[in-house]
């Protein structure tokens, strides 16, 4: 499933990331790498606050709707 399906506070393991090479690469320099761990922390208008590797990281609608999630 989507991270833009993803349940607030909820540890989420990545299972894939979609999209253009380019976006992959972006990505992943961010931390979001496949089997890494990601946790929504908030959803405003959208846009997504996620916890990754540590950091908080800010992400659009677009790009979260190319990493796959899984338990």
């Given at each position: 499933m989507p991270l833009t399906m993803a349940d607030t506070g909820v540890?989420?393991?990545?299972?894939k990331i979609g999209?253009?090479?380019e976006m992959r690469k972006?990505?992943?320099k961010l931390g979001f790498v496949?089997?890494?761990t990601v946790?929504?922390?908030s959803t405003?208008?959208?846009n997504m606050i996620v916890n990754v590797k540590n950091s908080r990281?800010?992400?659009g609608r677009?790009?979260?709707s190319k990493i796959l999630i899984g338990t």
């Open positions: 540890p989420k393991v990545i299972r999209g253009k090479e972006f990505l992943e496949v089997g890494g946790t929504v922390i405003v208008g959208g990281i800010a992400i677009d790009m979260a």
